[in-house]
């Protein structure tokens, strides 16, 4: 089956650094890719939606230049939470669409980064 | 904007039994899909079943079947003969054709020997 990979699955850093997750497709391209919040005991809020070789759409509210979103190729994207404060502390979860079916099939989700900022 | 809502924060059921949890959702659109995904402790995403709003027949996935209600925009996951492993947060999740997702706020489901 479809696999996306998330890379680290758990990092741990001080205030005022910045720190890059990458979401890959393993077996499958991906034109699509969402990248998720969730803090504890919460849903799922959709953050941003990252376009293979395009800007970043955000999600009202998500500050762009705070969670810079690269997708660079068909199987790759990056989230980079810049100058990370306890605040962005949360679950951040990918998910890709694999571009050589109906883009109506359900997104494969990554396992998910647990971020925490000290 | 879509919305997803699911009203029961907690559900619990014995082991071997049937539990329905409830989704509403709000729309404008005709075209769109529904799905319930289930998340573990581990906090994986898995799709448990999916609904085409298209199709009048409910899904069903051997223990997990939905109850689509179109017209009244409801969406219940029906989980029968019920298993230790089946507890976790169940999110039910909106998908206009060909967008991104929006989930609901999620049922915690607890499993009870």
């Known amino acids: 089956g479809a696999v996306v990979s998330q890379h680290p699955s758990w990092v741990i850093c001080k205030s005022g650094t910045s720190v890059k997750i990458e979401c890959r497709s393993l077996d499958f391209q991906a034109t699509t890719m969402f990248w998720y919040r969730q803090f504890p005991k919460q849903s799922l809020m959709l953050m941003a939606t990252?376009?293979?070789?395009?800007?970043?759409?955000?999600e009202q509210g998500v500050e762009k230049d705070k969670f810079l979103i690269n997708h660079a190729s068909l199987t790759l994207s990056t989230l980079t939470v810049t100058s990370a404060h306890p605040e962005d502390s949360s679950f951040y979860i990918c998910s890709a669409r694999d571009r050589s079916i109906d883009s109506n099939q359900p997104q494969h989700f990554g396992d998910g980064t647990r971020l925490s900022i000290l | 904007a879509q919305t997803v809502t699911q009203s029961q924060p907690e559900m619990s059921v014995q082991e071997a039994e049937t539990v329905t949890l409830s989704c509403t959702y709000d729309?404008?659109?005709?075209?769109?899909?529904l799905f319930w995904y289930k998340q573990p402790p581990s906090r994986q995403m898995i799709l448990v079943i999916r609904q085409e709003a298209y199709k009048q027949q409910n899904a069903t996935e051997n223990r997990f079947s939905v109850n689509f209600q179109k017209a009244a925009k409801s969406f219940s996951l029906k989980i029968s003969d019920s298993q230790l492993g089946d507890t976790a947060m169940y999110f039910c999740?909106?998908?206009?054709?060909?967008?991104?997702?929006?989930f609901g706020a999620g049922t915690r489901l607890t499993v009870k020997p």
């Open positions: 729309t404008s659109e005709s075209n769109y899909y």
């Open positions: 990252s376009n293979e070789g395009s800007k970043a759409t955000y």
């Open positions: 999740a909106f998908m206009k054709h060909a967008h991104d997702m929006r």
